[in-house]
């Protein structure tokens, strides 16, 4: 008798499995050429050549994902000038202090979630989710308190118009017939998740943390 516990064998993996908007979102940058790859020792940067670098995501907070990180560079992509692609790191200068196009990156990234109503699916991580929150639901009018964000009226207001304008720049070449796409099939991952919602129960003993995707 063939005896299937003692035999050796190693089974070949032939395939990755992937979290859905995970893959929906890699696709999505390849679509638009840009190539995602993991640098444990960096947050997040691009070289100028398609190359687009994301930390672990073991360094990520539980809210965090692959999907929320590839559309806030896509975001900044937008703000910055289709041209950008073409400068590291959008042509942020990294060590400069906070430049005014991240609060219009921002609001691009609202405006374009809201259309499928994912603000806080898609929402950003780090210190800068302090004043994505902050963004009323219009997203293209001024936060209360600006100065809060190391801003002011009159910069808030350049802000508020760079991202309306970027907005409109999104329908457009090369992002227009992608980011949709991308944005309705993550929309529709969340629908097809609805139902099993109220019975959702974490694997994770202690953690009392709802689902994002009830949000």
């Known amino acids: 008798m063939y005896d299937v516990w003692n035999t050796p064998y190693e089974r070949p993996i032939r395939s990755r499995y992937l979290d859905p908007v995970e893959l929906v979102w890699l696709a999505t ?78 609001r691009v990234q609202a405006a374009l ?16 989710r302090e004043y994505f929150d902050a963004i009323p639901a219009d997203p293209f009018e001024p936060v209360p308190s600006p100065e809060r964000f190391g801003s002011g009226d009159e910069r808030e207001a350049r802000v508020c118009a760079r991202a309306r304008e970027a907005f409109g720049e999104a ?14 099939a993550t929309a529709q991952v969340r629908k097809a998740l609805a139902p099993f919602l109220p019975d959702y129960a974490t694997d994770i003993e202690g953690d009392l943390l709802p689902s994002l995707w009830s949000r």
Do not use: Y
Request: contains cysteine; negative net charge; aromatic residues 8%.
């Open 29 to 106: 940058a390849r679509r638009l050429g840009l190539t995602v790859r993991r640098n444990p020792a960096i947050f997040s940067a691009t070289d100028g050549q398609g190359l687009l670098e994301l930390g672990p995501l073991s360094t990520l907070d539980a809210d965090d994902s692959t999907a929320q990180m590839i559309f806030h560079e896509i975001c900044h992509w937008i703000v910055n000038g289709v041209d950008a692609k073409d400068h590291r790191d959008w042509g942020f200068a990294l060590d400069a202090e906070l430049d005014w196009r991240e609060h219009a990156c921002l």
């Open 171 to 184: 329908h457009g070449e090369p992002w227009g017939g992608v980011l949709p796409a991308a944005i309705q």
């Open 113 to 128: 979630a809201d259309v499928r109503g994912l603000r806080h699916v898609l929402a950003p991580t780090s210190q800068f």
